[in-house]
């Protein structure tokens, strides 16, 4: 990645992910750089995803898996046993492939998480419940009906409503892993409205297999193949003028 006077708000040092005996991710160091889009991109099975996930330790609890490396956070090394993922996951937020409102209503949606974390002010509440509506660009297709079920919304609308529920934690980092696959182009499109407008005030990390998305969204591009980090760079010089031909060969369709 071009070394420029960036502010990075996450580092990964020679991060791996293993399944077992099996290295899904191979010793990847990144500077994520703050309020910037990076998408993760390349083949199915490259090991992008698992990337993504171990970034707020998705992996740490689950059988079989172990993750060696670093991930640096705020001046800590996160990828240890001391830290308290339920506090961490507040900070860096993820939102699925497949939207996933919990069964309540809209308003609920939003204010549960909170509640559990302690907030039980009603006037604060609905303070968070418009603002971040706002943020996704949903508050005026549901502000008459925040009391119905978020099932009852369409599935871009549960996506952008799965987004207001991360940015009601106040993150500072926003993974995400295709948000937009299971969505028509229309509600794609809207979605990735509303990520290029957050993005001046948080940091965004998804994986896409759309390189067009990767393309038109991102500011940096992050190209992996068989779990290894091959390019990493400004999204403009990747799609131009990439450093390595498998990154070109992939961008151009002559992958595999």
Request: glycine content about 6%.
């Amino acid at each position: 990645m071009d070394e420029t006077k960036t502010d990075y708000v996450l580092e990964t040092k020679d991060l791996s992910v293993f399944y077992g005996d099996f290295e899904a991710v191979k010793r990847v160091s990144m500077k994520i750089p703050q309020n910037k889009i990076i998408a993760l991109v390349g083949p199915s099975g490259c090991g992008k995803s698992t990337f993504l996930k171990s970034l707020n330790l998705m992996h740490d609890t689950a059988e079989g898996r172990s993750v060696t490396g670093e991930i640096m956070y705020q001046g800590i090394n996160i990828n240890q046993r001391a830290i308290n993922q339920y506090i961490l996951r507040k900070k860096i937020g993820m939102v699925f492939q497949k939207p996933n409102p919990f069964k309540m209503s809209i308003q609920k949606n939003i204010t549960f998480p909170l509640e559990r974390h302690g907030l039980h002010d009603k006037e604060k509440l609905q303070e968070i419940v418009q603002d971040v509506l706002i943020k996704v660009g949903l508050w005026e297709e549901v502000k008459d009906k925040l009391s119905e079920s978020a099932l009852s919304l369409s599935g871009g609308q549960q996506q952008r409503l799965c987004i207001a529920r991360v940015l009601a934690m106040e993150p500072d980092i926003i993974l995400m892993d295709e948000p937009t696959s299971a969505l028509d182009p229309i509600s794609t499109k809207t979605i990735e409205m509303t990520l290029d407008s957050l993005k001046s005030q948080y940091t965004i990390v998804m994986v896409t297999h759309n390189l067009a998305q990767a393309a038109r969204l991102s500011d940096y591009t992050a190209f992996f193949s068989y779990g290894e980090l091959i390019e990493y760079n400004p999204t403009s010089k990747v799609f131009t003028d990439p450093d390595k031909e498998l990154t070109n060969d992939y961008i151009t369709g002559d992958f595999g």
